[in-house]
């Protein structure tokens, strides 16, 4: 890519409005351990993470939903048990974690603490975004932090995943858990304060690109290499998260985290790039239950819960008729009316057996039935999209 194309991109992004922060409802925030640890003395940072969680905390008391992705754990726990300052091995890189991640939570805790604000732990590998029923299983436990107005704090479980289950890096992390919660706004905070259509370090004449409206074959071009000592990511690895994030429906904004109070340092006008969603989280959700997922069974419902879900709620088990099919919680599955015709698909929160038993019965029995607390619904209304859009 010529730098007279870049330019040419870089100046019409620039008359693309920019989006801003105060309007979005549930923000992911990518911190890196090259921001939050000192590579030179192997410590927390910890008058900017202070810092950070004054961003967090203002953002919280303005009604929005944050959850934070992390790193830091295998960089702190490296300096705690002394290791030598060169490339890790698995066993070691477990073990460090395994140090790093108790004083890493820790750390995000009292910080958060201090503005009143509490903090919840979550480790995820790669099988529990990309496995249908371990998905679902983190994204409640996220919405159930969310509605206690708690904020979870995320990282990778480095101490149980092998380079075979890993996602890499947290960037793409952080756009997968974006994915996950349904959230509209990913920010990345970066050594370095957004896409440029060269290297600036290298190129005096490189122009930083404000906004990418959409994540084109010159945009990844300009995506450079590899990331600092610390980190695993690097330019090219926020242009994947970027691809993850926006597919899902969450914008994501590239910003610098040098800088005390990043998050404010954005809102008030600080250099970035932000790329830009086609669709809102709901619309690409939906659009996802709909037409990538094969169905795996059938539930055929009664008038009253056809009624039911057009009015926007959930499907429960006392609608539910008949079942059909052999499928697990989290599997797609169609809903049919009365007349056998298909008003909408879902994403089933039973495994068949289950649903056979609940099929027709009052929430309220569903202990009682399957021996544990269940969800109340057989399919929420978030993972539900009904013919026509609905």
């Not at 750390?107 to 603490?113: D, F, G, K, N, Q």
């Not at 480095?158 to 349904?182: P, Q």
């Not at 909408?344 to 021996?371: F, P």
Request: proline residues 4%; hydrophobic residues 45%; charged residues 25%.
């Amino acid at each position: 890519m010529s730098t007279d194309s870049t330019a040419a991109s870089a100046s019409a992004a620039s008359l693309t409005a920019v989006p801003q922060i105060a309007s979005f409802r549930r923000i992911v925030v990518k911190v890196g351990s090259a921001l939050l640890v000192d590579s030179a003395r192997g410590q927390l940072r910890h008058a900017w993470l202070a810092a950070l969680a004054e961003d967090v905390a203002a953002l919280h008391r303005d009604g929005k939903e944050v959850l934070v992705v992390s790193s830091g754990a295998i960089a702190l726990g490296r300096n705690l048990l002394k290791m030598p300052k060169r490339p890790l091995k698995l066993e070691e890189s477990q073990a460090a974690a395994a140090i790093g991640q108790i004083a890493l939570s820790r750390s995000w805790s009292e910080a958060l603490a201090h503005e009143g604000v509490t903090a919840g732990q979550i480790l995820l590998t790669l099988g529990d975004t990309e496995e249908r029923r371990r998905y679902l299983n983190a994204r409640s436990t996220i919405s159930k932090l969310l509605e206690l107005k708690a904020v979870p704090v995320i990282n990778e479980n480095d101490t149980v995943a092998t380079s075979e289950i890993r996602y890499g890096d947290n960037d793409r992390l952080a756009a997968r858990v974006a994915g996950m919660a349904s959230a509209d706004l990913l920010i990345l905070l970066s050594d370095i304060d957004g896409l440029y259509t060269a290297p600036p370090n290298d190129d005096p004449d490189a122009q930083l690109i404000p906004v990418v409206p959409r994540i084109s074959a010159e945009i990844e071009a300009v995506a450079g290499g590899a990331g600092t000592e610390l980190s695993r990511g690097g330019m090219k690895t926020k242009i994947e998260a970027g691809k993850i994030a926006t597919t899902a429906g969450a914008h994501m904004v590239i910003g610098s985290g040098k800088v005390k109070n990043p998050i404010r340092a954005i809102e008030q006008g600080a250099r970035c790039t932000w790329f830009l969603a086609p669709a809102n989280p709901v619309a690409s959700r939906k659009r996802w239950i709909a037409g990538s997922l094969e169905p795996r069974g059938v539930l055929h419902l009664d008038a009253g819960a056809v009624a039911a879900l057009r009015r926007g709620s959930s499907l429960l088990p006392a609608g539910v008729k008949k079942v059909e099919g052999e499928f697990t919680r989290g599997d797609a599955v169609i809903l049919r009316g009365p007349d056998g015709a298909e008003i909408g698909r879902g994403l089933v929160a039973y495994d068949h057996d289950h649903a056979e038993r609940l099929k027709g019965r009052s929430s309220d029995e569903i202990a009682g039935i399957t021996g544990f607390e269940g969800r109340s619904a057989m399919v929420h209304r978030d993972d539900l999209v009904l013919g026509g859009g609905g």
